[in-house]
């Protein structure tokens, strides 16, 4: 069997979901504590490895 496919149209429609995928994940800023995720993985981040600004750095 053979298919035609619209090359174009296939990579548009990748693109687009994505770009939607990465403006979901990452660009937006999540509104219950309105933080980004790679804030979010910095203060855990911090948190877990107990620095905070009471200790020497």
């Known amino acids: 069997m053979k298919y035609e496919v619209d090359f174009q149209e296939t990579l548009k429609n990748a693109f687009l979901t994505y770009a ?6 990452r660009s937006i800023i ?14 855990y981040a911090q948190y877990s490895n107990k620095l905070t600004h009471k200790d020497k750095f």
């Open 30 to 43: 999540d509104v219950r504590d309105g933080l980004k995720i790679g804030l979010r993985q910095g203060l």
């Open 20 to 25: 939607q995928s990465v403006a979901q994940e």
